[in-house]
């Protein structure tokens, strides 16, 4: 299964520890996405960084919906490049299992959600940071 990760808050009076985990996993701005595994050593470096991202399971379909909008390989967008039935054999293959970096840049570039976010520095279901059940509904407002 993938996770999609979103970072939601900046830079301000952040421990080292968290902004070098925030780093490893090419998180550099807010707004930032990236698919990983639910491995273990995954899910210890979310747990470090909770205060600052919101993660959880993605289905297939958004992971779609992700690359024909914001996938990017090299510099040009991967709807430029490839057609959407290659485009949806990636979005399987990911799904189920490879790394998203060996087809598309493994960072997306996201905006701001519509209708903005619930609250920044509290966690799910308060607020928006932290673990969540489905991650589908928030990034399909950032999309």
């Known amino acids: ?7 939601i808050r900046g830079r301000r009076k952040i421990s080292p520890n968290i902004e070098k985990t925030l780093g490893l996993l090419r ?26 991202v919101t993660f959880g399971p993605v289905e297939e379909v958004t992971i779609f919906k992700l690359l024909c909008k914001r996938g990017k390989k090299g510099r040009k967008l991967l709807r ?8 949806k054999q ?16 493994p960072v997306f570039r996201l905006r701001p959600p519509s209708k903005g976010y ?8 308060k607020g928006d940071l932290g673990k969540r059940q489905e991650m589908d509904s928030l990034l399909r407002r950032m999309i």
């Open 118 to 125: 619930k609250d920044t520095k509290s966690h799910y279901p």
């Open 1 to 7: 299964m993938k996770l999609a990760v979103i970072r």
């Open 90 to 105: 990636v979005a399987t293959e990911i799904s189920s299992g490879k790394k998203a970096i060996e087809f598309v840049n």
């Open 80 to 87: 430029a490049v490839m057609k959407e039935e290659e485009i």
């Open 27 to 52: 998180l550099e701005r807010p707004n930032h996405c990236i698919l990983l595994d639910d491995s273990a050593q995954n899910i210890g470096m979310l747990n470090i960084v909770k205060d600052y």
